[in-house]
């Protein structure tokens, strides 16, 4: 589960096992993360706003005689999955309660009967008392690195995303990248003529311009997919075509513990070494801004909050605008930049 996950879910205790010494570390940095922690276990507010994103169905094969094993098979859950479930558990409390174990991971996960035969006691969890606990006998107990053995419904692991390329190495004419993907081209192209690849399956092996790099997210695989598409008719009708604008700069937007969360270029500073500047503006409760500029340009933000900033830091980045001028006046909130820059 994502933090916002977590967020979601009311009536419950969770205990959040992480390997790093902040939470949403492959997206945020520490100043980032302190801001999201007071939400953890504050109660959610509800919206019912309409969803903006395209919605996709998958039906069943109408073929008369369908082969053995076949099955409907649909697209990556994105971040409406929850939609239309009901995230409340069993507990009395509306809210729920977090527990954050850092710089550890599952160690081993254990049966009820695996756990009997070690003769250990699972804690409780923190805050509770033995006689508070509702629950003494759970259906799986975990082992943290940490040394920490807890007893719980049920397990959700998140282990990253690996690029699933067996089934079609069954020879050496695929050329393979360093990080386990199919290596492609600036036009999707693999190795292998008229076999495109896009989204976690590859590796964009094409010299990529300054503020984009690959990240395997729902969102990016979209993208890469729409664009190998207009790559195979354009290659099929004997044309030309641009790489699409989308890869000119990195950008993903979000939401973590109901805060929309824009994410743009070189956000954390990947690969720019340590001659770079970091800009903050934050705003308890209400909004994080951090701006990466190196030699006065904007190579990357992160935009949490109903900023409006977007369009504009979007431009500033791609528009490669010396800002060296403006100082620390560029987070001024009392500045209108968005109209300064238009």
Not at 113 to 129: I, L, N
Not at 134 to 159: E, H, I, M
Request: charged share 25%.
């Amino acid at each position: 589960m994502s933090p916002s996950h977590r967020y979601e879910i009311e009536g419950c205790e969770v205990i959040w096992a992480i390997k790093d010494d902040s939470i949403g570390n492959t997206f945020f940095d520490r100043g980032a993360a302190e801001f999201f922690l007071p939400h953890l276990t504050a109660g959610k507010c509800e919206e019912n706003k309409p969803l903006k994103r395209l919605k996709y169905t998958v039906t069943e094969s109408s073929s008369d005689s369908p082969k053995k094993g076949d099955t409907a098979m649909g697209g990556a859950l994105g971040p409406d999955w929850k939609d239309g479930w009901r995230m409340k558990g069993k507990h009395d409390q509306a809210a729920h309660r977090v527990q954050v174990e850092y710089q550890c991971e599952v160690q081993e996960v254990l049966t009820r009967e695996e756990f009997t035969r070690t003769g250990q006691t699972a804690e409780c969890f923190p805050g509770t008392s033995r006689a508070e606990e509702q629950n003494d006998d759970w259906p799986v107990y975990v082992l943290l690195t940490n040394k920490r053995l807890y007893g719980c419904d049920f397990v959700v692991s998140a282990t990253g995303v690996v690029p699933s390329t067996g089934p079609f190495l069954h020879n050496d004419q695929f050329s393979v990248a360093p990080d386990g993907g199919l290596r492609v081209d600036d036009h999707m192209h693999t190795s292998v003529p008229d076999v495109y690849a896009a989204g976690d399956v590859c590796t964009a092996s094409w010299e990529p311009a300054p503020q984009w790099f690959q990240m395997r997210l729902w969102s990016q695989a979209r993208q890469m997919g729409s664009y190998a598409a207009k790559c195979m008719v354009a290659d099929r009708d004997g044309e030309d075509i641009d790489m699409d604008f989308c890869f000119e700069l990195f950008a993903h937007v979000t939401k973590f513990f109901n805060y929309k969360i824009v994410l743009l270029g070189r956000y954390n500073a990947q690969g720019l070494g340590k001659d770079y500047e970091l800009l903050l503006r934050c705003t308890k409760g209400l909004e994080y801004v951090k701006v990466v500029l190196q030699a006065g340009r904007m190579q990357g933000a992160v935009l949490i909050g109903d900023t409006d900033l977007e369009e504009t830091f979007e431009n500033l980045i791609v528009n490669g605008m010396d800002l060296s001028p403006y100082g620390e006046d560029l987070l001024d909130p009392n500045i209108d930049i968005e109209d300064y820059f238009d």
